[in-house]
């Protein structure tokens, strides 16, 4: 069992998470520098405006790539960095960084992954509150416009969104990310927005570079909790809403009826700002699928008079089941299921895992070394998933693994460490840990190889 030659192994980061030096080069305030100043919305109370410091030590960064052999990068580009009031000026020291980086990963071999929104949108936008507003849409492409401008050249791959399920759920509906609006129509309305600005981002983009250019959905497969004929209800229900109500759009015939259905009786209203001419602006723009896979949802009917939005509730797997420090059930077979899934379900479209991890708490001992052993072992249960799908016919490209760097992991602040490799956040010190060594070796390889867990100490 081979990977296919060309597989593009990488691993993945973000702009606002790793930068920090949020004041430099005219970058502009960004709706998450906003959000980090209210009381309670950080765990620890904690910012970005340092990080990994990584807008400063960036060929350090590309060093422990190479150390890793990898062959692809995904980072993204600080929307505020290029667009400072949102729209209009172009901040060229912005751009000027970026083409450094860029040309410092080709010289190395790596192919640049570059992510447009990572969700750093700059607080200018606000004035028409982010994405809710239609004039979103075209401040986005003005940034993708930009960006593209100068790197479309050279950038082989570009990713126009990052998870617009989770923009619209955790920005817009339940507020616990930027911008922290809590507000179920406002959260379908900016979800809609996302989509349609990749469309015209797409459109925007054709003439300017001859990149591959997708989205990175979140795609959690919805498992039943049960046999039962609701049980089997709720999961359908709930994969139209965080799964097929992008998928469809983005890659079939529009916007689901089921969940449109939904949609409607929970806000009590038509979903009127879907204009005449969208889904057609939206779909058949796709050269590549990304998808970010962390874990599934078990799913059961939600208990007659619950006053939720939808008919389901998260149940989660019950038993002894293997989770990550975060809680999440490590289930590497949904990832499976998903790629021959999607494959089925929309043939003809290439898919790039663009995130996969797992949150290890696991810091160097006295020896220097981080054993972060549940880390190698997920991701080898994930990359086993990942070719036997192949295996089964998925047209997987390339493996991005979540996270190049531990970083700042949004609302949770810096408790969860998904890096391959370890950031002390004092000092900015990197250190490689074991997981990071196994995956030199998986790509050094093209595939798994004979692993040992040789963590005993002494
Ligand atoms: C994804 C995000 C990424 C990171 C991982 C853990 O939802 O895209 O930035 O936070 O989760």
């Known amino acids: 069992m081979t990977f296919p030659a060309d597989f593009l192994w990488g691993a993945a980061t973000s702009s606002h998470q790793i930068e920090g030096s949020h004041d430099a080069d005219g970058r502009g305030e960004s709706v ?82 570059l992510t447009l929104n990572h969700w750093d949108m700059p607080q200018a936008l606000m004035a028409h ?30 990713i126009t969104q990052n998870e617009p399920w989770i923009i619209q759920l955790l920005g817009y509906q339940l507020g616990l990310h930027a911008p922290g609006i809590a507000d179920l129509g406002k959260a379908v309305q900016a979800g809609h927005h996302v989509m349609l600005a990749h469309g015209a981002a797409y459109d925007a983009l054709q003439g300017l570079t001859s990149g591959k250019i997708g989205t990175a959905l979140s795609l959690f497969p919805c498992d039943p909790a049960s046999d039962s004929a609701e049980d089997a209800a709720a999961a359908w229900g709930s994969d139209g809403y965080v799964n097929r109500w992008f998928l469809d759009p983005l890659l079939g015939d529009g916007y689901p009826d089921d969940m449109r259905a939904n949609w409607e009786r929970a806000i009590g209203r038509p979903l009127d700002f879907i204009q ?154 990197r250190t490689i840990k074991d997981s990071a060594r196994h995956y030199a070796e998986i790509v050094a390889a093209n595939g798994l190889v004979d692993w040992r867990d040789d963590t005993a100490v002494g």
């Open 32 to 113: 998450w520098d906003v959000f980090a100043r209210v009381p309670g919305a950080i765990e620890g109370g904690g910012d970005a405006s340092i990080a990994d410091d990584s807008y400063r030590r960036w060929r350090e960064d590309i060093d422990l790539l190479s150390e890793l052999g990898v062959g692809a990068y995904r980072f993204s580009v600080g929307w505020s960095r290029i667009m400072p009031e949102g729209r209009g000026r172009v901040e060229q020291r912005g751009l000027d960084h970026y083409e450094a980086f860029v040309d410092e990963l080709l010289e190395r071999g790596i192919q640049p992954v």
């Open 129 to 158: 509150e982010g994405w809710v507003g239609r004039e979103s849409v075209d401040a986005f492409t003005e940034f993708a416009v930009a960006v593209a401008g100068r790197l479309g050249d050279r950038v082989p791959w570009w």
């Open 276 to 429: 005449e001419g969208d889904e057609a602006a939206i779909g058949a723009r796709h050269d590549f699928l990304g998808i970010n896979y962390y874990t599934r949802r078990v799913m059961a009917a939600a208990e007659p008079g619950a006053t939720r939005p939808f008919p389901w509730q998260v149940v989660g797997p019950s038993g002894d089941v293997s989770r990550t420090d975060e809680g999440w059930e490590i289930v590497p077979d949904s990832l499976r299921q998903l790629l021959v899934r999607l494959s089925v379900d929309y043939p003809g479209i290439p898919l790039m895992i663009t995130e996969n991890g797992a949150v290890e708490g696991s810091a160097p001992l006295h020896d220097g070394r981080v054993r972060d052993v549940r880390r190698t072992r997920y991701l080898r249960g994930h990359l086993a998933a990942v070719e036997q799908a192949i295996a089964e016919g998925a047209d997987v490209v390339g493996y991005m693994h979540w996270s190049l760097l531990d970083n700042f992991e949004w609302s949770l602040g810096y408790r969860p460490r998904f890096g391959l490799v370890h950031v002390d956040y004092a000092t900015g010190t």
